[in-house]
């Protein structure tokens, strides 16, 4: 059964991205997705280090009903879309609404991402999750005593865990059923407190069939000092980059592309602002889940309008303004093979 990459809506659609930005530019035809970002959530029941969620003003409640989540579904499906992500900020697994609009989703022939910490994972999720698409569940570092810390929560580690179990049993049930199933990825942001426990995260996942994404720290408000603590340099970056790429050469005979430009571990560059939108909590319709900067519209714009006519109207390619807003904000640091000096 050919697998599918639950990463594959990121960075991997270069010939989509051009024709999106010509067609902006001329101002003919529409613009095409490869898919969506729905924030789901906004409940949390960590509170980890250097997320978002915990940034000025974030914390305001607001979360996207069934029925706008359906809509902006929908509005992709008409632009091309074929995967929906959930991230964000909370925990998707505490939104109600997962559930459902997991059943729409695949109703209508998308898949789903969805981003969690894994903590509310049942065998019942478990199989709910990979049905309908991959999952991605954070593992930060191997050591308890780091994840604890970073989750912000004592015993979050054993809890995550616990997660995992269901996902990989479940996983390797459905398979033998000949049930189609995502993925199941392990994600994590890097930073100071964690970069040397990626190694060991990076082991466990090739030895388990699990997708490594480990992500530079995005910076999307918090406080500069937090900032100072967590994000590694660009050099800093590029030379863990290459040592998990010699662990992954050495030690698992998998050859993982590195390009100058890249934020993540082996995944491109990130071009998603060119071919994916993004939903917030708040209903802002959004280049990047990251980019403020990058903001085309609400999905409330026209109070006359229902919730996919006011996205048809915001990601609108006839309006050239568009065309300037198709850049991302640039949330952190990328890697440069050219320079490294540390
Ligand atoms: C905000 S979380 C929401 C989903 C879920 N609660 C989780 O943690 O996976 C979405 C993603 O953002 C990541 N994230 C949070 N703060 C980050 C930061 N400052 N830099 C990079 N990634 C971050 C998380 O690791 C997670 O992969
Ligand atoms: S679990 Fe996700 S949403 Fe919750 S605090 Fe951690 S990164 Fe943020
Ligand atoms: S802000 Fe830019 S680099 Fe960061 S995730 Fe969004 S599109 Fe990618």
């Known amino acids: 059964m050919a697998k599918e990459n639950p990463l594959s809506g990121y960075g991997m659609h270069a010939d989509l991205v051009r024709q999106?930005?010509?067609m902006v530019k001329s101002g003919a035809g529409e613009v095409r997705l490869s898919g969506i970002y729905l924030a789901a959530g906004p409940d949390c029941n960590f509170n980890c280090r250097g997320c978002f969620l915990h940034t000025p003003g974030a914390q305001n409640g607001l979360r996207l009903?069934?029925?706008?989540?359906?809509?902006?579904?929908?509005?992709?499906?008409?632009?091309?879309?074929?995967?929906?992500?959930?991230?964000?900020?909370?925990e998707p697994v505490m939104d109600p609404s997962l559930p459902l609009i997991l059943e729409h989703i695949t109703e209508i022939g998308m898949r789903?991402?969805?981003?969690?910490?894994?903590?509310?994972?049942?065998?019942?999720?478990?199989?709910?999750?990979?049905?309908?698409?991959?999952?991605?569940?954070?593992?930060?570092?191997?050591?308890?005593?780091?994840?604890?810390?970073?989750?912000?929560?004592?015993?979050a580690d054993a809890v995550m865990w616990q997660g995992v179990n269901h996902l990989l049993a479940a996983r390797d049930r459905l398979t033998q059923r000949g049930v189609r199933v995502g993925d199941v990825g392990f994600d994590s942001y890097i930073s100071r407190k964690n970069a040397?426990?990626?190694?060991?995260?990076?082991?466990?996942?090739?030895?388990?069939?699990?997708?490594?994404?480990?992500?530079?720290?995005?910076?999307?408000?918090?406080?500069?000092?937090?900032?100072?603590?967590?994000?590694?340099?660009q050099a800093e970056l590029t030379q863990l980059f290459l040592t998990l790429q010699k662990i992954?050469?050495?030690?698992?005979?998998?050859?993982?592309?590195?390009?100058?430009?890249?934020?993540?571990?082996?995944?491109?560059?990130?071009?998603?602002w060119g071919h994916m939108v993004s939903v917030t909590a708040e209903g802002r319709v959004q280049a990047c889940i990251c980019g403020f900067e990058a903001t085309y519209g609400s999905i409330h714009e026209n109070s006359g309008l229902s919730v996919k006519e006011n996205l048809d109207l915001v990601v609108n390619a006839a309006n050239p303004a568009v065309a300037e807003k198709m850049r991302c904000s640039r949330c952190s640091n990328r890697i440069n093979l050219e320079r490294l000096v540390i």
């Open 248 to 272: 992954d050469i050495d030690e698992f005979e998998i050859e993982t592309k590195l390009v100058s430009g890249m934020r993540t571990y082996g995944q491109p560059p990130c071009d998603k």
């Open 196 to 233: 040397n426990d990626l190694p060991e995260v990076l082991r466990f996942c090739r030895r388990n069939a699990i997708i490594p994404y480990f992500e530079a720290f995005i910076e999307l408000g918090q406080n500069p000092e937090m900032v100072s603590h967590m994000a590694l340099s």
């Open 112 to 155: 789903s991402v969805v981003f969690t910490n894994g903590t509310l994972i049942t065998k019942k999720w478990s199989e709910l999750l990979l049905t309908a698409g991959s999952v991605i569940a954070k593992r930060n570092s191997m050591n308890p005593v780091v994840q604890n810390d970073l989750a912000g929560v004592d015993g």
């Open 20 to 22: 999106n930005l010509l």
């Open 65 to 90: 009903t069934l029925e706008e989540m359906r809509a902006a579904v929908d509005f992709a499906r008409s632009r091309g879309g074929e995967v929906v992500v959930f991230a964000g900020k909370g």
